[in-house]
């Protein structure tokens, strides 16, 4: 007996130890101090970086890496030679890098680095720096690294740079030796050979001494605006520093992981102060390319902010920076970088990025469709907001995400579609990384609302953002977010959706009369992914009836909520391995006008010839 209670009194230990050491998402931390001396005329600088990097992981660590992302930003680098065997190179770069001179390169080039006082040993790997350290860091312990070194800026050819193609002089992105991120994958050390990032949250104090006579913009707050008229006067070109040839901008941007900045001597600065506080910062040259949507830029973001605060989370931070410099337009937090004829959708698009890059803050390369795919549902959005309201100009649209739904399908038709579970770096063409990461990841979302119901759903994305910002959510953090809101299992849909290209293609095999008094209808799956349907059934007398047919393996239904006015009735489960399913209505043969899968259009179906029957839209009903 006394055996029996002791090895009960084990096992409820042990259930308990086991629960409590379930993983929690913690997250490394970083306090970066850097102290910048920018040569201009060299488009060169001397940086001096203390950083205090804090290792909340259970794991004891015996090296790190840092980014040097310069360094791809030289003849034979992986990004020249994988832009050069590209079948679709990006515009941008083609064989750009392979002809940089030796001053038009990019570099970091490291003098010294130490932990807590003592030297370590390294080697630079290209875009990576690998540091074996002198003792390793231990668990929920901080040490200090202190380095000393000298970079190049590169000719601005992708993101960062020297001489944009508007002439802004500096667009100083990922322009730093930036620590990589640890965490429950352990390192992340991928080298820079295209695109996306994945930073570590902390706070950065950047001082940055430049020749007077440029104006700087960039992420976080400048702490001595007043020197030089960066104060929130309504709008104007600030005032340049009074003295000595050189003046130095001190920044502080916190709970962030990066820190970008542009510089032009000829920027024009508008500030523009919310009603909750945030204060906008444009800086642009002004110009016949800039003037009329940067001039009106202001109060329509004013607006789309206020848009996104209510149904995507909160922007916590104070300021916001639309700095003209880079080759497009591009993310980073507490800011954004646009070319100088960018468009206000374009402006849309990247401060979006400010929630599901800049707060959230996925693993690019592993989800990069978690950052850009959400950016562009939440853009459509708010675009179609912003027209409805008379904000912008345009026709609002009753279905904003049907481009995407069908960019999709003509890519997947042409035999191009990849999955997306994909590394960003690791897509056949360029081509198949955009569609995945923008347009299926778009769509991702927008068939969740389709099986999910949009009040649910709104209601879902917004849970989503106050449970994972700040924690670098992944997929399944995602999709279990969903099912907790909705009730219903969600892994199916991941499963297919994410891991592969199998497609949806349902349609109406049959309606018949059943007798005197009802209807037959059966349907049929001809596509290989499952999914839930919507059939509505549309009466001679105008009255409709929408029938949901769920999954079996969803274990569950959608509410009817969002088909408010219209009788809804959920049947029962279509088993995902029948190819055909079949209903009784309780309607008369000759009283149906229409019967149609997916009315909404939603549904990311490769062929909607085959889900109506009878009379559609505008057509006369036949006689009886």
Known sequence: MQHKAFLLVFLTLFVKLTLSAQPDRWQQRVDYHMDIDMDAAKHQFKGKQTLKYTNNSPDELDRVFFHL????????????????????????????????????????????????????????????LEVELPKSIKPNSTVTFEMDFNSQVPLQIRRSGWNSADGIEFSMSQWYPKICEYDYQGWHANPYVAREFYGVWGDFDVNITIDRKYILGASGILQNGGNIGYGYEPEGTAMRPEKGDKFTWHWKAENVHDFAWTADPDYKHVVYKRKDGLVFHFLYEDNDKTHKTWEAAPAQMDKAFDYVNEHFGQFPYKAYSFLEGGDGGMEYPMATFL?????????????????????????????????????????????????????????????????????????????????????????TTNAAYSVAAYIKGHVLLHELQYIMGKPVFDKAMLTYFNTWKFKHPNANDFIRIMEKESGLELDWFKEYFVYTTKTIDYGIKSVEKANRKETKVVLERIGLMPMPLDVTVTLKDGKKHIYNIPLDIMRGAKKGTEFTGDKYTVLPDWRWTHPTYGFTLDEKYKNISRIEIDASQRLLDVDRDNNGWGKKAGEKDEED
């Open 339 to 427: 070319a100088g004829g960018a468009g206000i959708g374009t402006f849309i698009h990247e401060s979006l990025h400010a929630w599901f890059y800049g707060l959230l803050g996925s693993n690019e390369s592993l989800y990069a469709w978690m950052d850009e795919g959400f950016t562009e549902y939440a853009t459509a959005e708010v675009e179609n907001y912003l027209k409805q309201e008379g904000i912008i100009g345009g026709k609002p649209d009753d279905s904003p995400h049907l481009d995407a739904n069908n960019t999709l399908i003509r890519f997947n038709k042409a035999g191009r579609e990849e999955p997306l579970s994909i590394h960003a770096d690791h897509f």
């Open 69 to 128: 992302y310069f360094n791809a930003f030289q003849p034979g680098s992986n990004m020249d030679v994988r832009s050069l065997n590209l079948p679709d190179p990006d515009g941008r770069v083609k064989d750009r890098i392979s002809k940089l001179k030796p001053d038009e390169y990019g570099w970091h080039k490291i003098n010294s680095l130490k932990m807590d006082g003592k030297a370590c040993k390294y080697e630079v790997n290209e875009t990576i």
